[in-house]
């Protein structure tokens, strides 16, 4: 079983106002509830309402090449020739802080080539800012789209800078940025600490339902993390809304990433990492098929597959070459593609296990766990057994899950922004 964390009351955290004060919790500008209003990510609404209070401050930020305004410019320019701000100190998450790295690569400290500001790596020698990267800084702002998925590291990059910043006694605050696939749909089992990572370090769920800003103060609201935090909120976002619905810009948050639908989809294809199967990375849409030299009888995974009848996915065939630096590279092979019908009824969690388990099923010998990745990206070792079990015991896994994401969306409420 796993522990759920009590709701306490969060002294800790406060919403964008002039002075970061607790007392407009909840609270957004008139203008952002207008009707046709235009949605402005967090750094917009900061220069807009709440620029005064970072004035003569030393400002550490944390930012990717997603963390931009709506005209395209980046978070760093705009922070940079801000009046009376002092950009002192840039850092980088995974992909480092232009977003071109790939998926596990280690990233070096360097110098902002535009502006000058060193940067440091949180995801090369370290993950977690030391205190003497913050040595010249008054607060810390992070500022990076997420996918709203456990199986990411973004998200935990900003809980542990965060968590760092409150030890050194820095300020920490979150430029909000939508959730890409609906901030309304929680899913999946929550992780179970005895397997925790960079890609799970809080038990929350595997499609956690969150904004950034909203994650963050879950977490210093339930005193998992002990931070002095701001959330700086979008104006005009619904909870409801899919990215591309926003009027916003997609902007590949990783190189993997490229389309909604595949970050839909990723809560459960990211399992087959776990597996020797190919996810898709070095093909043409990662994230959205999975396949092996020996899935020879894909046609008849596919088939077995639709006959499930699942929520908003048609699957079939697709033979794909992959890219020489990718896993399975240079093959041509078999795959099974996942096109999205219907987005509102894709259960991506779902998707992924019957996948594994259809495919497991009749190739058991072929098949390989790398068994450490599938159960930290899982978030506990139930799902490896289950699918090596029998359908009913997914089946009852997946009730399992539901029962956890339905407790977890519970737990969160008190924190949401928005409606």
Request: glycine share 10%; net charge positive.
């Amino acid at each position: 079983m796993h522990k759920i964390v009590r709701m306490q009351p969060c002294r800790r955290f406060s919403i964008a106002v002039a002075a970061f004060a607790a007392s407009a919790v909840g609270a957004q500008a008139p203008a952002c509830n207008a009707p046709g209003a235009p949605v402005l990510p967090g750094v917009e609404v900061l220069l807009r309402d709440s620029l005064a209070a970072l004035r003569g401050q030393r400002v550490g930020l944390i930012t990717n090449h997603s963390g931009r305004d709506r005209a395209g410019t980046s978070t760093i320019d705009l922070l940079h020739k801000a009046p009376g701000v002092r950009l002192t100190t840039l850092y980088g998450p995974e992909h480092g802080i232009r977003g071109t790295g790939q998926a596990g690569a280690s990233i070096g400290n360097s110098v902002d080539s535009a502006t000058g500001v060193p940067v440091f790596s949180l995801y090369g020698a370290t993950r977690v800012p030391s205190a003497e990267m913050m040595t010249d800084i008054d607060v810390l702002i992070y500022d990076i789209q997420d996918v709203g998925t456990r199986m990411y590291t973004f998200e935990w990059t900003m809980a542990l800078a965060a968590e760092a910043a409150g030890k050194a006694g820095k300020r920490f605050i979150v430029l909000d940025r939508p959730n890409p696939i609906r901030n309304d749909r929680v899913e999946g089992g929550v992780l179970d600490v005895a397997f925790r990572s960079f890609v799970g370090q809080y038990p929350v769920a595997a499609r956690y339902g969150m904004t950034p800003g909203e994650l963050m103060r879950y977490l210093v609201g339930t005193k998992q993390v002990d931070v002095q935090l701001s959330v700086i909120p979008m104006c005009g976002y619904r909870n409801s809304a899919w990215y591309d619905e926003l009027g916003l810009t997609w902007i590949d948050p990783s190189p993997n990433l490229r389309t909604v639908d595949a970050a839909l989809l990723y809560p459960g294809m990211v399992f087959f990492e776990g597996t020797n199967l190919s996810e898709g990375r070095g093909t043409d849409a990662p994230f959205t098929q999975a396949g092996a030299p020996w899935l020879i009888d894909a046609q008849a995974m596919v088939d077995r597959l639709n006959a499930r009848k699942l929520g908003g996915v048609h699957f079939d065939v697709a033979w794909r070459s992959i890219e020489a630096a990718s896993k399975l590279g240079g093959l041509t092979i078999p795959m099974i593609r996942v096109r999205v019908t219907d987005r509102n009824a894709v259960r991506p969690v779902e998707v992924g296990a019957w996948m594994l388990r259809t495919i497991y099923a009749a190739h058991a010998k072929d098949w390989q766990w790398r068994a450490q990745a599938i159960d930290r990206l899982s978030g506990s070792d139930r799902l490896r057994k289950a699918v090596e079990t029998s359908d009913a015991a997914v089946s009852a896994l997946l009730a399992e899950f539901g029962a956890e994401s339905a407790r977890f969306a519970l737990q969160v409420m008190p924190y949401r922004l928005y409606r």
